[in-house]
């Protein structure tokens, strides 16, 4: 998927949120989003999955199953849980059985008899995130899914982006939490003015650490580190 010269605005005299932005995302990569408050996050992810169209610009190659969990879930729908995930199966065109396994999956169970309305902040996002799961999605965008949510969802979150990737899914998530930080193989894309800055996983996970030593030592710890696949540089 790619987006090109993408610039967005939410009306014809607003500001720009997003401006001439150039993105490339694989299959099976996990991209964390990050950036202050209002910087444009939820705007990048609504474009990404198709929920607005770029003001100028365009974005080619979007799978075709897109699962969108948004940062709010709309619960002012007159549907119990299950009622709900069944009519989303139905839309997706997978079995009911998978809304109530990922219920199960995601310590949800409990809410399926419950109308929308009556949900917590937390167990509405819940049930936003089973509903972006119901089809195995190529693209996965979650719009900050850990927050609200309790700590052993929590945990089987990072477990279930893993098995979307492996799949061959694209992830994005925005997580003002950095709770995405230790992902392994997470590209970060930072949202700064319009702009969106990509820094590759490999190297966002790089850090430069000094290691002094006598200077007759230096030639045989240098070999050593190498040898351990480490990248050195003397210092002048
Ligand atoms: N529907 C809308 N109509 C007009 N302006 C909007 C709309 N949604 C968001 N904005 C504005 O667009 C800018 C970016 O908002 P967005 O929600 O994308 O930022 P964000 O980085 O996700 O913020 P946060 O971390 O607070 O969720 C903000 O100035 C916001 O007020």
Same mark, same amino acid.
């Given at each position: 998927?790619?987006l090109?010269?993408v610039s967005?605005?939410?009306?014809?005299?607003?500001?720009?949120i997003?401006?001439?932005?150039?993105?490339?995302?694989?299959?099976?990569s996990?991209?964390?989003?990050?950036?202050r408050?209002?910087?444009?996050?939820s705007?990048l992810l609504?474009?990404?999955a198709?929920?607005?169209?770029?003001?100028?610009g365009?974005?080619?190659?979007?799978?075709?199953?897109?699962?969108?969990?948004?940062? &709010?879930?709309?619960?002012?729908?007159?549907?119990? @849980? !299950?009622?709900?995930?069944? #009519?989303?199966?139905?839309?997706? *065109?997978?079995?009911?059985?998978?809304?109530t396994?990922?219920a199960?999956r995601l310590?949800?169970?409990?809410l399926?008899?419950?109308?929308?309305g009556?949900l917590?902040?937390?167990?509405?996002q819940?049930?936003?995130?089973?509903q972006?799961?119901l089809?195995p999605?190529?693209?996965?965008?979650?719009?900050?899914p850990f927050?609200?949510?309790?700590e052993?969802?929590r945990?089987?979150?990072?477990?279930i982006?893993?098995? &979307?990737?492996s799949?061959?899914?694209?992830?994005v @998530? !925005?997580?003002?939490?950095? #709770?995405?930080?230790?992902f392994? *193989?997470?590209?970060?894309?930072l949202?700064?003015?319009?702009?969106?800055?990509?820094?590759?996983?490999?190297?966002a996970?790089?850090t430069?650490i000094?290691?002094i030593?006598d200077?007759?030592?230096?030639?045989e710890?240098?070999?050593?580190?190498?040898?351990?696949?480490?990248t050195?540089?003397?210092?002048t």
């Amino acid at each position: 998927m790619r987006l090109s010269d993408v610039s967005f605005r939410y009306s014809r005299r607003g500001p720009w949120i997003i401006q001439e932005v150039e993105l490339a995302l694989g299959a099976g990569s996990v991209v964390e989003v990050t950036g202050r408050n209002g910087a444009g996050k939820s705007t990048l992810l609504r474009l990404l999955a198709g929920i607005v169209p770029p003001t100028r610009g365009s974005i080619a190659d979007r799978p075709p199953v897109v699962g969108y969990a948004p940062d &709010v879930f709309p619960v002012d729908q007159p549907f119990t @849980v !299950s009622a709900y995930l069944a #009519q989303m199966s139905r839309i997706r *065109g997978v079995p009911a059985a998978s809304g109530t396994a990922l219920a199960e999956r995601l310590n949800a169970s409990h809410l399926l008899g419950q109308p929308l309305g009556d949900l917590s902040k937390g167990s509405a996002q819940k049930v936003g995130l089973i509903q972006s799961l119901l089809a195995p999605p190529g693209l996965l965008i979650l719009d900050e899914p850990f927050s609200g949510l309790d700590e052993q969802t929590r945990t089987e979150l990072p477990e279930i982006i893993e098995e &979307v990737a492996s799949a061959g899914g694209a992830v994005v @998530v !925005s997580d003002h939490q950095n #709770q995405l930080r230790s992902f392994p *193989g997470a590209d970060h894309w930072l949202v700064e003015d319009g702009a969106v800055v990509a820094r590759d996983g490999e190297r966002a996970r790089r850090t430069v650490i000094e290691v002094i030593v006598d200077a007759d030592e230096a030639d045989e710890v240098e070999q050593k580190l190498r040898a351990d696949g480490y990248t050195t540089r003397r210092a002048t």
